[in-house]
T-cell receptor, first 110, second 116 residues
Framework: LAKTTQPISMDSYEGQEVNITCSHN???????ITWYQQFPSQGPRFIIQ???TKVTNEVASLFIPADRKSSTLSLPRVSLSDTAVYYC???????????FGDGTTLTVKP | DSGVTQTPKHLITATGQRVTLRCSPR?????VYWYQQSLDQGLQFLIQ???????AKGNILERFSAQQFPDLHSELNLSSLELGDSALYFC???????????????FGPGTRLTVL
């Protein structure tokens, strides 16, 4: 299973762009990279998923370099409500294997 | 609302006891996952089932067991409970394996277990 490493915490201010990086040096060929958001006492919620290059949806972008050994979640113009824990998940649930990282606690300040 | 339901929401019990947590996946989802989240800790994957069969095993203790029934709901059984088993237990579900892309997991609201 690919082991993931994320920063424990990050601080930002409203309106800023936030980039959270996840390292996954031993990612396998079939593994995808997925990011989840979790608020206190709630289940995690899917944000975005990618395999390579760049993926963008209505809430975030995901940048994956060619070697796929890391990935960066980019949140544009964060607000106070984006304060949460962000998890990087690397794996292939089709094959029955996936690993959540330890999560990054993002605190957005006014 | 993710469409995944978990019961009960809260459970308080004593050490040495046995409890059963229940999960109903989203309609149409065949895979069910169980996770444990202790206070201020990350998500620890316990076990995954797909269409009734065990698919993957994580850091699940021998005192814990799970199963997925023909109607696709799943139960997580925790026995000989210890104080350290106090945690939030999440269930997630996903669709059948697809050709491309990993399967988005939809998480339930969790069951908070307190062992006294």
């Amino acid at each position: 299973l690919a082991k993931t490493t994320q920063p424990i915490s990050m601080d930002s201010y409203e309106g800023q762009e936030v980039n959270i990086t996840c390292s996954h040096n031993n990612i396998a060929t079939n593994d995808y990279i997925t990011w989840y958001q979790q608020f206190p006492s709630q289940g995690p919620r899917f944000i975005i998923q990618g395999y390579k290059t760049k993926v963008t949806n209505e809430v975030a972008s995901l940048f994956i370099p060619a070697d796929r050994k890391s990935s960066t979640l980019s949140l544009p113009r964060v607000s106070l409500s984006d304060t949460a824990v962000y998890y990087c998940l690397v794996g292939d649930t089709n094959a029955g294997k996936s690993t959540f990282g330890d999560g990054t606690t993002l605190t957005v300040k006014p | 609302d993710s469409g995944v339901t978990q019961t009960p929401k809260h459970l308080i019990t004593a050490t040495g006891q046995r409890v059963t947590l229940r999960c109903s996946p989203r309609s149409g989802d065949l895979s069910v996952y169980w996770y444990q989240q202790s206070l201020d800790q990350g998500l620890q994957f316990l076990i995954q089932y797909y269409n009734g069969e065990e698919r993957a095993k994580g850091n699940i203790l021998e005192r814990f067991s799970a199963q997925q029934f023909p109607d696709l709901h799943s139960e997580l059984n925790l026995s000989s409970l210890e104080l350290g088993d106090s945690a939030l237990y999440f269930c997630a579900s996903s669709v059948a394996p697809s050709r491309g892309g990993d399967n988005e997991q939809f998480f339930g609201p969790g069951t908070r277990l307190t062992v006294l």
